[in-house]
């Protein structure tokens, strides 16, 4: 079991920055690539970005390939997401996820444990 605790939402003008992090406790880190997705209202949950499990590969969703950097740190059990130029679609609710296949690394049936989420909101 994986526990999975996200922060750093918030609200943030047009072009602004934040930066996601996700606690992970439970079993060893390592063992685990990781994503980020987000479900904006009335929509389907979307792929974000994922790494893996040492870091050493990334992937990007296309709407974020430029802005957006996951990164992970195994010894304290964390992934990041720095949003930069954010901009008003890219407001969601976004979820950490520990992924039990690797095979694209980009799809939601490929991560087994979810965090609970964390709102961010851009304005314009």
């Known amino acids: 079991q994986v526990q999975l605790v996200e922060s750093g939402g918030g609200l943030v003008q047009a072009g602004g920055s934040l930066r996601l992090s996700c606690a992970a406790s439970?079993?060893?880190?390592?063992?685990?690539?990781m994503g980020w997705f987000r479900q904006a209202p009335g929509k389907e949950r979307e792929f974000v970005a994922a790494i893996s499990r040492y870091g050493s590969s990334t992937y990007y969703g296309d709407s974020v390939k430029g802005r957006f950097t996951i990164s992970r740190d195994n010894a304290e059990n964390m992934v990041y997401l720095q949003m930069n130029n954010l901009k008003p679609e890219d407001t969601a609710v976004y979820y950490c996820?520990?992924?039990?296949?690797?095979?694209?690394?980009?799809?939601?049936?490929?991560?087994?444990?979810w965090g609970q989420g964390t709102q961010v909101a851009v304005s314009s």
């Open positions: 439970g079993r060893t880190f390592s063992n685990y690539a």
């Open positions: 996820a520990a992924a039990i296949l690797g095979l694209t690394l980009r799809k939601e049936s490929e991560y087994g444990y």
